[in-house]
Every structure is written in C-alpha cells, then in structure tokens.
C-alpha cells in the first residue's frame, strides 16, 4: 500500500535544480567575514539589500506604526484577530498607487482589481489556476527564472513550452521564435492558454522592449483564446525607470481597454525586489477581468498577507515623502553596484549581457568552457561552487539553450564581499590561462621535438639514399 499521495512522492518540483543545489552548498558552508571567511559566497540569490538603511531610518521615525500604534493608541488587539482576505482598503490603496508611481504614473491602477497573495509565487501558481486546466501550456521565453517550474507546474498540472530565444539577438523576443513555440505546443497536443513573461527580465537583467511586447499583443489579439501574464516584481529596478513599460501602458498606447484582450492581460507583482522585503510575503495579482478577481480571491485564502504586515506597510506607502526619495535612490544604488560587478568581470575578461534593471548580470563564461556543452558547463559551475567559493546559477537551470551563460547576483552582499567574490574569479580564471598556457608552451614544445626528430630521421633517409646511389654507381 502507499502511504502518501502522487504529489508528495513524485519529482517534479524542480528542488534537484542546479539552481537550487547550489543554495544548499552555501548554507553547508556559508561564507562570514569573521566567523567563515572561507566559505561560499552567495551570488545565486536575487535579494536586494542595498537600501535597508532607508527602510529602518523610516521605522525609527514611525515608531507609532511600527508598535502597531494608531494616533498613539494601540491597535494589536484590531489587527490580531481575524480580517476579512480580501485586506485591507488601506493597503490595497496604497499598494495600487505605489504601483503607479513606479511607472512614472503613466498608468494608473485600482485597488478593486488586486489580489494580495503571499508573494509572487503565490500569485503566479494561483494565476495558473484560474486561467488554465492540468495538462494545458503556457510560453515562456527562455531563458526563465528555474522556480518557475515549480511555481507553474508542481501542483497545479500546467506544462511549460519554451519559447526559445537566442544570444544573436541580445535574447529577445521574436515573432518567429514565438510562432514556434506555439506550433510545438501544439505538435505535442497541448492547449496553449497563455505567455508569461518576467519584465524586467529575471535573469537577464534587462526590460522587455516596445518591439518585443507589440509582438506578444498582436499575438494574443489574433489568438483570441490566450492570455498574457507579466510578472513586473522587478519593476521598481530599473536604473532608468522611463526604460521600463509595462504591459498596462501597451493597453492603453495601443487603444486595447475596450477590446476583448483587455480582461487577458494580468500583472503580477511584490514587494520583495524593489522594497527588498521577501520575508514579509507581499505579493499582488492584477486583473481586469472580474472572474479572475472574483477566483483568485477565494484560492487568497490559503496564503494570506498578515494584518499587521499590511498596517505596516500602507504606512509606509502612503508616506510620499518616502517614496519620491526611496523610489530614485533605490536606482541609482543598483546602478553603481551592478557598475562594479560588471567592470570587475571586465577586468578579469569576461562580459556580461548589457542590462538595465534587475538584481543580477547575465554573465557570458562560454570562453572558460573546456568545449561547448552543458557537460562543460555543468563541470565550470562545480569547480565554482566547491573550488572558488561562489554560488552562482548556470543558464541550464534557467533552460537557456546556448551553454556558458550564469546567472550572477550583486545586490545581497557588501560592497567588500563583491570585492573578495571578483579577486576569487580573478585568480581561478589567472590559473586556468595559466595552465593553459604552460599546457600550450608543452604542446609547442613536443611539436618543435616532433618536427626536430622528422628532421632527423629525413637527413639520415637522406644521407642513406645518397650512400645507396654512390655504391651503385661505383
């Protein structure tokens, strides 16, 4: 008899990841400035910790909502008993202006149309519910954030064709690309329900561009039956914030509120990139379409936001003197920091993707690949967890199909750690030109002695063949 069900004992959460093994090495051996200094440091986790300081200089000033206090009076008792999981009208509100103002309030949102779930990976899995049935499929471009696989797939049967996108093109969308993927889907028998799409792009590092989203609308408005998901939880890090558009501008650019696609298009979004807040749970969904609100509503229930996380943040929200301040300065950090990460790499000769958002560089190693497979990639990614001591996430676990790009992360750790991170690649990619190099003097070497010996050996058949011809004409 078996004991447990078909969801807990089969193997398609996606935990044997290199992605994720990688997370379990750091924790066996985490890197510490004084306590570890030898351990791995940990550049595979996309967390944002550069603007902290702003966070706890607002709470020191607000020390009413942060003891959960409303005009000095204590509201604990208020927001420790049971709340409606719809949330709060307060947050909601200020949750859905923050949203707009992170898009230079060239769109506006209602608060009546968001979801609050436990983060965006409650939010994406409790969209894949709503919009598709277990065996139907969803696009994705490649390369994608490897949770997706089990954030769209583990529980709730959904199936994943990629839409293949390549470094010729910086990895951008196509509409070939795109067409593509949609007749695979279908070649495998597979209902395409819909695209989903990271914007700005984890793990590119980079916004999805006017060309690339025109692309994915005129295919869902020819495909009457698709939907379009854009996960916007990096929103908020664009370097350039007028660089990023969001699907919600294309609808109303391009005059599509009062069409059918308009109820076919929904945001996801959290707090844990831009406020750098994962362990508070914050996640949104955004739709126009009131079944979709009405379900994913209900599904909330089973992964709620607390009362008191939402009273503390619509405070924080609501303070536009903090967010016109956060908002920039949040940019601006990133944008030095992933400065220093990619003239580091530069430094030691190795690229990255040109980006402009993110957490992370998409960085290209294929020129330390011993050949051009994923067997060689697999082995750079080992030697680098174990032997350099950093954890960073090979572009196979993102399902990118061209072997040698990672996944690097630069904004979870002090400006000193990325220092001491770049000085340990520098001196694993000097070894390796080394080595290289000696293998290659070696080489020369045994050739120069080959072509000395050939030399030889012909002056003496040389010399032998003359001999032959004097003693025959004597």
């Not at 954030?151 to 070939?176: A, H, M, Y």
């Not at 030109?433 to 070696?442: L, T, V, W």
Request: net charge neutral; glycine share 6%.
């Amino acid at each position: 008899m078996v004991l447990l069900s078909r969801k807990a004992t089969c193997n398609s959460h996606g935990q044997d990841s290199s992605y994720f093994l990688g997370w379990e090495e750091y924790e066996k051996n985490p890197y510490d400035v004084i306590k570890n200094p030898q351990g791995i440091i940990q550049m595979g986790l996309a967390e944002n910790q550069l603007c902290f300081d702003l966070l706890e200089s607002w709470l020191a000033q607000n020390t009413d909502v942060a003891c959960f206090k409303r005009d000095g009076q204590s509201i604990f008792r208020e927001l420790a008993l049971f709340q409606d999981y719809h949330g709060l009208s307060s947050f909601k509100n200020a949750l859905a202006d923050f949203m707009s103002e992170n898009r230079g309030n060239r769109v506006s949102f209602d608060s009546n149309n968001l979801v609050l779930t436990a983060g965006a990976t409650s939010a994406n899995e409790t969209l894949m519910f709503c919009l598709a049935d277990p065996g139907d499929a969803f696009l994705l471009p490649t390369p994608y954030y490897p949770g997706f696989d089990r954030d769209l797939k583990w529980r709730t049967g959904v199936e994943i064709v990629p839409i293949q996108c390549s470094s010729t093109n910086g990895f951008c969308i196509t509409k070939l690309a795109l067409e593509e993927a949609y007749e695979q889907a279908k070649k495998l028998n597979l209902n395409v329900k819909g695209i989903l799409i990271t914007n700005p792009s984890n793990p590119l590092g980079t916004t999805t561009t006017q060309t690339e989203l025109n692309i994915l609308f005129d295919f869902i408005t020819k495909n009457k039956n698709i939907h379009l998901v854009s996960d916007e939880i990096y929103s908020g890090t664009t370097f350039n914030s007028s660089e990023f558009v969001s699907v919600m501008e294309i609808l109303k650019n391009n005059q599509l509120e009062n069409t059918d696609v308009l109820n076919r298009v929904h945001v996801v979004y959290s707090l844990s990139k831009d406020l750098g807040l994962p362990g508070f749970r914050v996640g949104a969904i955004y739709s126009n379409d009131k079944d979709v609100i009405s379900a994913a509503t209900k599904m909330s229930s089973f992964g709620l936001v607390s009362s008191q996380t939402q009273y503390l943040l619509s405070s924080l929200l609501s303070d536009k003197k903090f967010t016109k301040n956060y908002l920039p300065e949040n940019q601006k950090r990133l944008k030095n920091r992933q400065r220093k990460l990619v003239l580091g790499l530069e430094a030691i000769g190795i690229k990255c993707l040109k980006s402009n958002a993110g957490l992370f560089c998409w960085v290209d190693m294929r020129p330390l690949l011993s050949s051009k497979t994923f067997e060689a990639e697999m082995d750079l990614w080992k030697k680098i967890v174990y032997e350099v001591k950093l954890n960073i996430s090979p572009g196979s676990s993102c399902h990118c199909e061209e072997p040698g790009w990672f996944r690097v992360c630069f904004a979870n750790m002090s400006e000193e750690t990325l220092k001491l991170a770049l000085k340990r690649l520098k001196k694993f990619v000097d070894d390796g030109n080394s080595k290289r190099s000696c293998q290659k003097s070696e080489s020369q070497k045994l050739k120069g002695s080959r072509k000395k010996t050939m030399s030889n050996v012909s002056n003496w058949v040389f010399r032998l063949s003359l001999h032959d011809r004097e003693a025959e004409e004597r």
